[in-house]
Structures are given as C-alpha cells and as structure tokens.
C-alpha cells in the first residue's frame, strides 16, 4: 500500500507559476510509474501528464504540453509537476496517482485512471484572469 499526499496548490495570476508535489509513504515509487489528473467543477476528471517508473518516459496533455513538466525524483520519493504561463482554464483539483510497474516494463507510461491503483486526495489550483 502507497499513501500519496498532493501540495504545492493555491492561487496564482494567468501566466504565473506553480511546483506542485506529491510525497510518498509506505512504498519506494522507484517501483511506481505515475501520474498527474485534475477535474474541474461539473468536468470530468481529465488527463494532465504520465511519467514512466524509471523517470526517462514522459507525456502529456494537449493542453498542457510545453508549459508543463513532469518528473520524478526516487531518493525523495516525490513526483513533481511544475506548471508555468498558467491559464484561468488551468483551475482544477489536481491529483497525482501511481501504479506498481514491473522491471520490464519500466518505460511504460499510463494515460489512463483506470490503469492507477493509488491516488492522492487532490490540490486546489486555482488561475485568476
């Protein structure tokens, strides 16, 4: 069992900048690949950007793509979202999530929530126009 605890959210200006965090307990994510989701009010809950279980596989949103970076650091046991030129359409909760990943399979990444087994309680962030 992984407990995952989100931080790092708050409110920011359009073009600003946040890190968002997600610590991990009970498990080394070293074994995990993981991800980051939000949900809007009344959306459903979308996905943000993937990071494989060895950290050198990435991706991302659409959406987000060249504004924000995903990464993951094994000895702190943290995976990472920095998020910069914000939008107002930005605003969600943000959760990240991780799933048990074998050796082999190590460069695979998940788009997917299905394919997540934890996930986080989720941060509010919130973009100001």
């Known amino acids: 069992q992984v407990q995952l605890v989100e931080s790092g959210g708050g409110l920011v200006q359009a073009g600003g900048s946040l890190r968002l965090s997600c610590t991990a307990s009970g498990r080394t994510l070293s074994n995990y690949a993981m991800g980051w989701f939000r949900q809007a009010p009344g959306k459903e809950r979308e996905f943000v950007a993937a990071v494989s279980r060895d950290g050198d596989t990435t991706a991302y949103a659409d959406s987000v793509n060249a504004r924000f970076t995903v990464s993951k650091a094994n000895a702190k046991n943290t995976l990472y979202l920095q998020m910069n030129s914000l939008k107002p359409e930005d605003t969600a909760v943000y959760s990240c999530?991780?799933?048990?990943?074998?050796?082999?399979?190590?460069?695979?990444?998940?788009?997917?929530?299905?394919?997540?087994?934890?996930w986080g309680q989720g941060t509010q962030v919130t973009v100001s126009s």
């Open positions: 999530a991780a799933t048990p990943t074998g050796y082999i399979t190590r460069s695979i990444y998940h788009r997917e929530p299905s394919e997540y087994d934890y």
